[in-house]
């Protein structure tokens, strides 16, 4: 039988955080033998906002090594750079001629960012959904492994293949959401209220998969908690522990009352080390191979060249089919 194919990806804006990881990678490596996978980096969605163009190249190579250095098989996986692949972009283009303003409007991703950066709301800002479904489209891809905030752009990916379809008969397949279990929504440190995000302006609200041990035990040493100093799971009442529990829970693999008992007695103090030093262990492989990965930057354009030329041939075939259906004039 035919794997069921996965597609999934990660904006390059920004360097990647503790909850890109549990939120997102750690879980696409769980589904590399099970399904056909195509994990990219997102680089197009990351224009929406403003870059400074060799950052934002250096980002998406350094995303490509984290992809790996975290798990994912090259031989396994088809791992590509969206820019790569002009499919996309194509197939966004003629995909926003069947989404309508009012859809777009209601999205709270746009919302939020257009909130953020009230000085530069583009219409790629707004537009943003419907690449992100010609990126699933594309592929036919059966899952689209995300966190629960992207799954309003799922939803939209649904309706805009469906409206597709009942236009011009069979033409994408309808994907579904893959939400992962409680636990994997890794919230801030400063602000343990909204989610760690890459993004974040304080550097102290999130772990980057990339900071030293120092920075790690700093971070959460000094991480939000509250006065009782009682380990305790309580995300209402108690966002700070709570979180640092679930993120302690996922790596030990412990439950919210084996964590309880565990630190029954002892203060913050003692529980926010053992936290830290976990992430630390956690982490050091993937650095490790991350860094070894670095010194090799051709090497890893190899990888996203084969990656982006697997993925090209299977868009292609969806685009072409597409242009068709449309009306539009290819050869
Ligand atoms: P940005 O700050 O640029 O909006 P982000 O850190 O929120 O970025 P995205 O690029 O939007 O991350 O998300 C990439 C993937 O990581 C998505 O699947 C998203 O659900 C997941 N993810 C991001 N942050 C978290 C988090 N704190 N906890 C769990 N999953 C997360
Ligand atoms: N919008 C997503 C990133 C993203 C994505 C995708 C995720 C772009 N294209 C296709 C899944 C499938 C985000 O910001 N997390």
Request: hydrophobic share 35%; net charge neutral; glycine share 6%.
């Amino acid at each position: 039988m035919e794997k069921k194919k996965i597609l999934s990806g990660i904006q390059s804006t920004g360097r990647l955080t503790l909850g890109n990881y549990f939120g997102a990678i750690d879980n696409w490596v769980k589904m590399q033998e099970e399904y056909d996978c195509y994990y990219m980096i997102a680089n197009l969605h990351s224009l929406t906002v403003r870059n400074d163009p060799e950052t934002l190249r250096q980002n998406t190579i350094k995303i490509i090594a984290l992809y790996i250095a975290a798990g994912l098989d090259p031989e396994k996986n088809t791992l590509f750079i969206q820019s790569q692949v002009k499919e996309h972009a194509e197939l966004g283009w003629i995909l926003d001629c069947y989404t309508y303003m009012g859809e777009l409007s209601r999205m709270t991703q746009f919302k939020d960012k257009s909130a953020k950066h009230a000085d530069n709301i583009n219409s790629g800002l707004f537009t943003y959904p419907v690449l992100m479904a010609a990126d699933i489209l594309a592929y036919n891809a059966d899952l689209v492994p995300v966190g629960d905030d992207q799954k309003q752009h799922l939803e939209l990916t649904r309706d805009i293949a469906e409206r597709f379809n009942s236009l011009y008969g069979e033409t994408f397949k309808i994907p579904e959401p893959y939400t992962k279990k409680v636990g994997a929504r890794i919230m801030g440190l400063q602000n343990p209220t909204a989610k760690m995000s890459k993004s974040s302006q304080d550097p102290m609200d999130k772990i980057l998969l990339t900071d030293s041990p120092d920075e790690i035990r700093k971070k959460f040493k000094k991480a939000v908690t509250d006065s009782e100093n009682k380990v305790k799971y309580d995300p209402e009442n108690k966002p700070g522990v709570s979180n640092l529990m679930s993120i302690y829970g996922i790596i030990k693999n412990k439950t919210m009352d084996e964590i309880e008992k565990q630190f029954e007695g002892q203060g913050y103090g003692a529980f926010k080390t053992a936290v830290a030093e976990a992430v630390i262990e956690r982490l050091e492989p993937l650095q490790n191979k991350y860094n070894e990965l670095l010194e090799n930057p051709d090497k890893l354009m190899a990888i996203c060249n084969k990656g982006a030329k697997k993925a090209e041939e299977k868009a292609n075939r969806v685009l072409k089919d597409v242009y068709k259906k449309v009306g539009l004039v290819i050869e």
